[in-house]
């Protein structure tokens, strides 16, 4: 049980363009997803968390404008990159905290490799 | 700033050596601690948890942590490695109130060497 799952797992795109990412909780209900975001080599930072029926909270620094996030369900959250550019490719993953779980247990996604060329 | 530290970047091991990673973290009260593992082009896993009771805490596949709140740490052990203990693995932080956020450490590769 306890399932996440991400798609695209990898995408390519074209610098200006716009992309979305998904994130799934197949066994589960979560009211709360969030979105981390992974360097080569370097630690996940926390984007935002994503609540369902309300507006995504956005850490300091994170343009929400330009990372679009819609949790319009309590099994999906989405995640745009709009205008994408080449410093915005990066491994992008998302959490998802059940419904019924405690308050801190989640359960990661794959993950989401982008490139903008 | 407050944050999450691993000492070992990178640590490499022969099988049957003893492992211990090292993790601190600065958030002051109440802390929700884990460790996560990422297998090579897997997703994240987690390994142990730490929330309250004894500070001793065992996890999947013989790693255990030991959470010293007077030393700000939860370092990571295994008695014994495996190749397949090869891996990045996570420290992470829940600071008190904060409702699920995640903060990671920057993580430590373990390469064992068979």
């Known amino acids: 049980g306890a399932v996440v799952s991400q798609h695209p797992s990898r995408v390519i795109c074209k610098s200006g363009t716009s992309v979305k990412i998904e994130c799934r909780s197949l066994?589960?209900?979560?009211?709360?997803m969030f979105w981390y975001r992974q360097f080569p080599k370097k630690s996940l930072m926390l984007m935002a968390t994503?609540?369902?029926?309300?507006?995504?909270?956005?850490e300091q620094g994170v343009e929400k404008d330009k990372f679009l996030i819609n949790h319009a369900s309590l099994t999906l959250s989405t995640l745009t990159v709009t205008s994408a550019h080449p410093e915005d490719s990066s491994f992008y993953i998302c959490?998802?905290?059940?419904?019924?779980?405690?308050?801190?247990?989640?359960?990661f996604g794959p993950g989401t490799r982008l490139t903008v060329l | 700033a407050q944050s999450v530290s691993q000492h070992n970047h990178h640590v490499i091991l022969s099988e049957a050596a003893s492992l211990e990673l090292g993790c601190n973290y600065s958030?002051?009260?109440?802390?929700?601690l884990f460790w996560y593992v990422q297998y090579p082009g897997q997703h994240l896993q987690l390994l142990l948890k730490?929330?309250?009771?004894?500070?001793l805490v065992k996890g999947i596949k013989g790693f255990e942590a030991e959470f010293i709140k007077s030393k700000f740490s939860f370092n990571l052990r295994k008695p014994s490695v495996q190749w397949s203990d090869t891996a990045e693995y996570f420290c992470?932080?829940?600071?008190?109130?904060?409702?699920?956020?995640?903060?990671f450490g920057q993580g430590t590769t373990l390469q064992v060497k068979p």
């Open positions: 066994d589960f209900q979560a009211t709360t």
């Open positions: 994503s609540n369902e029926g309300s507006k995504a909270t956005y």
């Open positions: 992470a932080v829940i600071p008190s109130g904060n409702t699920g956020k995640l903060i």
């Open positions: 959490s998802a905290h059940p419904l019924a779980g405690g308050v801190n247990e989640q359960f």
């Open positions: 958030y002051g009260g109440t802390v929700n």
């Open positions: 730490y929330f309250s009771g004894d500070p």
